[in-house]
């Protein structure tokens, strides 16, 4: 199976400042068709998952532009411009490029 | 508005079966990979199992793979997991998740716990 390796796993971060989580997999995510496939979710406490980022850097509808995410191959990054209190939570890629998908362990992302 | 309602868990004894359902509406169902996504209490997201639009290509991950059964209606925009020879290790909070286009869709969630 394909190992998806997150750090930091904890990331405490000052408001309006930056946070980069970094993601690493086992083997290459890039598709035969070209596409990278490797997600990026988010998950408030108490609350289900919710996708961010799709195909490396593409933002989901209603995303602020404060996240982008970036990476080729086996690393990926996920980048938070200016934090706010609504971005605690874990922080989560995910490739399905190989069968099974899997998931990273998670980044807990909490404010300073 | 977009729906999935995830039903059908509880408490259940080791080696017993349960069948979960993820009934929903305000998206196309009938051309959405499907997939069910569990969390065991205080831990990480896990892929369980997903389905492509036709139903005919299911594919699970390796500790569930002949103990579960992953289907859909698409009749009644509806997915479901049937849950079989249930182990300790497999409680957790089930999520029911669409794959629909450029979107991802997931429910709140339905609780499985397996304890004697």
């Known amino acids: 199976d394909v190992v998806v390796t997150q750090s930091p796993l904890s990331l405490p971060v000052t408001l309006g400042q930056s946070a980069s989580i970094s993601c690493r997999s086992s083997q290459s995510l890039a598709s035969s068709g070209g596409d990278t496939l490797l997600d990026w979710f988010h998950q408030r406490p108490g609350q289900s998952p919710r996708r961010l980022i799709h195909?490396?850097?593409k933002r989901d509808s209603g995303v602020p532009d404060r996240f982008s995410g970036g990476g080729s191959g086996t690393d990926f990054t996920l980048k938070i411009s200016r934090v706010e209190a609504e971005d605690i939570g874990i922080y989560y890629c995910?490739?399905?490029?190989?069968?099974?998908?899997?998931f990273g362990p998670g980044t807990k992302l909490e404010i300073k | 508005e977009v729906q999935l309602v995830e039903s059908g868990g509880g408490l259940v004894q080791p080696g017993g079966s349960l069948r979960l359902s993820c009934p929903t509406s305000g998206f196309s169902f009938t051309s959405s990979w499907m997939n069910w996504v569990r969390q065991a209490p205080g831990k990480g997201l896990e892929w369980v199992a997903n389905i492509n639009p036709g139903g005919e290509g299911k594919f699970y991950v390796d500790s569930v793979r002949g103990r579960f059964t992953i289907s859909r209606d698409n009749a009644k925009s509806s997915l479901y997991l049937q849950m079989n020879s249930l182990r300790v290790e497999d409680t957790a909070l089930f999520y029911c998740v669409a794959w629909a286009g450029d979107s991802c869709y997931w429910g709140r969630g339905t609780l499985v716990t397996v304890s004697s």
């Open positions: 195909g490396v850097s």
């Open positions: 995910f490739q399905y490029a190989h069968r099974p998908h899997t």
